[in-house]
């Protein structure tokens, strides 16, 4: 479970690059009017009054579309520098530091989104640390309910500890603090390498780019739940005691059981990316 929070961090800080592009339009002058021409009268006839002569209409300028320079990608195999430096300019040096791993950092954020709407994200690919601390369940003394297992004997329930959710809170803050636009506009710029790593997943054709938005949708679609979650364990586990909630993907689960307000910050960070992709 400590291994889910990585689909938290995935989406934002995993979808970036190292430039952001300004364009500049040229400055169109337009032509001079030529002066106004004098027609000279005979004499001596009355003198009449000089007539302006039309002036030449310099023909429209289009200004010229800018020419925007591609940022020079280096090689997958050795994109971990240049990901971890831009990392730590969206989020800060120390927290990338302290939860990012540094190695194969495009590849796990791919493999890690192309997870999340299984039931779990393989320990192997993540990239970013989990939650310090022990995840901390109450036992529910007397539940609503008895839940059975195959031999009839009653299964322990819990509920999920409040103070869990406090272990969080840090990546929450890192993503609140990117910016959703800029990550976006980025990843475009250096979208050939996502595209690459997810083509390594065994994905010839590619296509990262609609693979993300329908793992953001589905995070978005994460039901929200008011009250104590109730967990078994049946085994060494824990699972949510309401079968919808225990069918729903790993990236689903871990918005859930990082609590109510975590949950509401991370969806609308979420659906700001969404508006930009």
């Not at 339009?25 to 001079?32: D, G, I, N």
């Not at 800060?92 to 994200?121: M, N």
């Not at 967990?231 to 729903?248: F, H, N, Q, T, V």
Request: aromatic share 6%; proline share 10%.
């Amino acid at each position: 479970m400590k291994n889910w929070i990585i689909l938290i961090i995935l989406v934002v800080l995993g979808l970036c690059a190292w430039y952001l592009f300004s364009t500049q339009r040229e400055a169109v002058e337009e032509a001079p009017a030529p002066p106004p021409v004098a027609i000279e009268q005979p004499v001596p006839e009355p003198a009449v009054e000089a007539e302006e002569a039309e002036p030449d209409i310099a023909p429209p300028t289009v200004a010229e579309e800018p020419v925007v320079q591609q940022p020079v990608l280096p090689p997958l195999a050795e994109s971990d520098p240049v990901a971890v430096e831009t990392l730590s300019g969206l989020a800060g040096s120390e927290p990338v530091r302290q939860y990012v791993v540094s190695e194969d950092v495009i590849p796990r954020l791919v493999a890690t989104v192309d997870a999340l709407s299984g039931k779990q994200v393989p320990a192997s690919i993540k990239a970013v640390e989990g939650p310090g601390g022990v995840f901390q369940a109450t036992a529910h003394e007397d539940p609503a309910s008895v839940i059975r297992n195959e031999a009839g004997d009653p299964i322990p329930q819990y509920v999920v500890d409040p103070v869990n959710y406090r272990r969080y809170t840090p990546y929450v803050e890192m993503l609140e603090a990117s910016d959703s636009a800029a990550i976006v506009a980025s990843y475009r710029d250096h979208r050939s390498l996502f595209e690459e790593a997810f083509r390594q997943l065994g994905y010839p054709e590619g296509d990262f780019d609609q693979r993300l938005r329908a793992v953001i949708d589905e995070l978005l679609a994460t039901p929200d739940v008011s009250g104590p979650l109730r967990l078994i364990k049946p085994e060494a586990y824990y699972l949510y005691a309401d079968e919808e909630l225990e069918s729903l993907t790993a990236g689903q689960k871990i918005l859930l059981r990082m609590g109510p307000d975590n949950a509401a910050r991370v969806k609308a960070k979420l659906a700001e990316i969404r508006d930009a992709l």
